[in-house]
């Protein structure tokens, strides 16, 4: 697996477009009817220029379900264990994915997401890192807020919910899927962008993905309840009898 041969295609050539559209040709037709596929809220994602796609992530369908909202190309970041097969490096590549290793700061992965949004294409992110299912979203990780920031490109907030149901074992069992897309949050250009900064972006972001992941009706996350603390002198003013007049 030449790794660094994989993001030079991804940055320098793009996706496929033959193998790209005949994929999506037979794919979008088979979401719709085998999975019911809803997309809701399409219009929010710009026709043109460089966009970041910050989505919950549930399944490996992802990427691909998610790909169905633009009219465009959409390139995604997979982890490296995908791309070891000669065959499957292939394909990826060939519909836009290029490969990360997890759990570093992945240079290499950064300087190709940036030559993504400088060309002005999408860019697909999943800001949790890794698939989470069951029960609610999981906790965002930094780097598509770092993007936002150090391109410039507007993010768009996305959720889909379904897709974790439609495989068990290597069956693809029918289910309904669903995806929204809420408005492009925009953010200042900022060259070096401080780990307090991208983790206040990051918490402007996730809430938005919430949003649409509960507006799907996904599981909420727990809340802290409000408290409220009474003091004796609070205590004492409540008990007072009420005189009157």
């Known amino acids: 697996m030449d ?20 994929v999506r040709a037979v794919f979008q037709p088979f979401f719709h009817i085998y999975f019911r596929l809803s997309r809701i809220g399409r219009e929010h994602i710009p026709a043109e220029g460089p966009v970041i796609i910050a989505s919950n992530h549930r399944s490996f369908l992802d990427p691909f379900v998610i790909g169905t909202m633009a009219r465009r190309p959409m390139y995604y970041v997979a ?4 791309f070891t097969r000669p065959w499957r490096s292939w394909a990826l590549s060939s519909l ?17 997401a940036k030559a993504i949004l400088d060309r002005g294409d999408i860019l697909l992110m999943f800001p949790e890192g890794t698939r989470t299912r069951p029960g609610p979203v999981g906790e965002p990780k930094r780097g598509a807020a770092r993007l936002a920031l150090e391109t410039g490109a ?11 149901a439609v495989r068990r074992g290597w069956r693809i069992r029918p289910h309904k899927v669903r995806i929204r897309a809420g408005r492009p949050l925009r953010f200042p250009h900022v060259e070096k962008p401080s780990p307090a900064l991208a983790a206040a972006v990051t918490a402007r972001i996730w809430p938005c993905v919430m949003l649409q992941w509960e507006w799907l009706g996904g599981q909420p996350p727990i809340r802290p309840a409000a408290t409220t603390t009474v003091t004796e002198s609070d205590h004492q003013k409540r008990s007072r009898p009420i005189r009157a007049a």
């Open 3 to 22: 790794q660094e041969r994989l993001h030079r295609r991804a940055r320098e050539q793009g996706a496929n477009p033959i193998v790209y559209w005949l």
């Open 79 to 82: 982890k490296r264990e995908m």
């Open 96 to 112: 836009g994915a290029f490969p990360v290793q997890r759990g570093t700061g992945d240079a290499a992965m950064i300087e190709t």
């Open 154 to 164: 507007p993010v768009v907030p996305v959720a889909v919910i379904g897709t974790e």
